[in-house]
Structures are given as C-alpha cells and as structure tokens.
C-alpha cells in the first residue's frame, strides 16, 4: 500500500502547488494508474490523512501537514464529571474542555482552571442544578460582572453552557464529547457568555497563535461561525481562508 501511494513523489507534487484538489490528486495517481478508480482514491486520501501525511484545511482541499494535530490534554476532574453526567443524563449530549486549553495559547500567564460543560438546551438547567447539589463553584451562563464578583480564578470551577447543535466535536463515549480547536476559536470571538475574561487583542492573540501552531479547517470555523452569527468578525480578528491554507 505505501508504494502506491507515491509519498516521495506526492509530497513533491503537492510543494509544487501548495494545495491540491480531489481531482489534482486523481490526475496525479492516474498519471502511474491510468485506470484508477475515484473509490480507491477515497480510501488513499483516507489512509493519507490517518498517516498524518495530508490535513484538509477545507472541503475538496488538501496540503501537507507540517504542523500539529490539536491534542489536548484530559484531566481528572472531566472524567468524573463526564461519568456522573452519563451516568444520569445518558441521552443528553454535552461536552466538556478546561479553559486552559485556550491560556495556554495566550501570550500573557492567566489563573483560569475552569471547566466548560456544554450541554443540549432541553437539559442545560437540569444538569445545571444536579451539578450544582454536588459542587460550590457551579455557575450558569455567567457575565462579565458574574466573574468579577462571585467566580474565583485561584478556583477550578465549572461553568455551564448552552452545547449549539452540529458544533464541531469529537465524540470521547457515548454522549461525551470535547470541541474541536474551531469551536473553541469561534466560541471566543462570541465570548458570550463568557469563556475567558480577556480582551479583544488577547483574543487575537489567542486566535493568531493557534493559526500558526495548529492545523485548522477553514470549512469547520466558517460553517460553526454562520451558525454563531459571527461570519462576518472572522476576518477582523485574524481568520481569512488564505491564510489557513498551506
């Protein structure tokens, strides 16, 4: 399987033009495999991007991956509260992320330990108010004046949101779920209710260093930023198609 899928030549060939398309990429097997078939060029592209060897940076397009897959890392406290979650709300879905996955992109050190449970509208208070019976620090949808008078930063606290259906996740089991790196990007222009209490060029920031460390599909931030209402806000704070296409 690796011989035919050419990589000395395809990595040489997709340099050469920056990006390639399905049908770039067909043309280009076919000049070895005159009669290949559009189905086995599917599984290739699959088995190329599972090798990490190709990202698409958005629908029909393709580069290199030369730079991180976004990864981060779980922690104690989401495994048992996605389990106690499951465990009572098994047919609600909901994800979870700490806000240190977004910090740890900004220039400047922020004391922000908490944990983002998103859950579907039909059953966001009563999560809310189980949650609540279980642990202090528990808030709901909070404003800005909410983290300056009652939400702790020296505390890990947990802060519930609304999850918006078809948001951009990858499913952990069975009804746990963690965003992907473009939702969390388009969460944070939102910023309402409040993911992090910073800035618009702190957001900025945030947004520019992700850009340039991660790989991002273009496709995913626009779609979830259409159903956000904030399409428009994409170029103003850093995102243009252009420049995710590498």
């Known amino acids: 399987m690796a011989s035919k899928l050419r990589l000395s030549e395809l990595e040489k060939y997709i340099k050469q033009n920056n990006q390639v ?41 393709f580069a290199l ?3 991180k897959e976004f990864m981060p890392e779980q922690s104690e406290m989401m495994d048992e509260l996605a389990g106690i979650i ?9 994800s ?22 998103e859950v579907d509208i039909d059953a966001l208070e009563s999560v809310f108010h189980f949650l609540k019976e279980r642990y202090g620090n528990v808030y709901l949808n909070p ?7 009652y939400i702790s930063p020296h505390d890990e606290n947990i802060i519930l949101e609304r999850l918006y259906v078809d948001a ?7 009804n746990y779920q ?29 947004i520019a260093n992700a850009l340039s460390k991660y790989n991002l599909n273009y496709s995913t931030i626009l779609r ?16 243009k198609e252009s420049e995710m296409i590498y």
Do not use: C
């Open 21 to 61: 398309s399905t049908k770039q990429l067909l043309q280009f097997y076919q000049t070895f495999e005159p009669d290949l078939k559009v189905s086995t060029l599917r599984w290739r592209i699959y088995q190329l991007k599972q090798d990490n060897f190709l990202y698409s940076p958005k629908r029909g397009i």
């Open 65 to 67: 991956t030369e730079k």
């Open 86 to 94: 499951q465990e009572k709300y098994p047919y609600a879905d909901f």
């Open 96 to 117: 979870l992320y700490r806000t240190e996955w977004l910090t740890d992109l900004a220039d400047h050190v922020y004391q922000s330990k908490n944990i983002i449970v």
């Open 143 to 149: 404003d800005n004046t909410i983290y300056d008078l």
């Open 168 to 174: 951009p996740l990858n499913r952990r089991s069975g």
């Open 178 to 206: 963690i965003p992907k790196l473009e939702k969390l990007l388009v969460d944070l222009i939102v910023n309402d209710p409040m993911i992090l209490p910073v800035g618009v060029s702190e957001v900025k920031k945030i």
């Open 224 to 239: 979830y930023a259409k159903k956000r209402r904030v399409e428009k806000k994409l170029i103003p704070f850093g995102i």
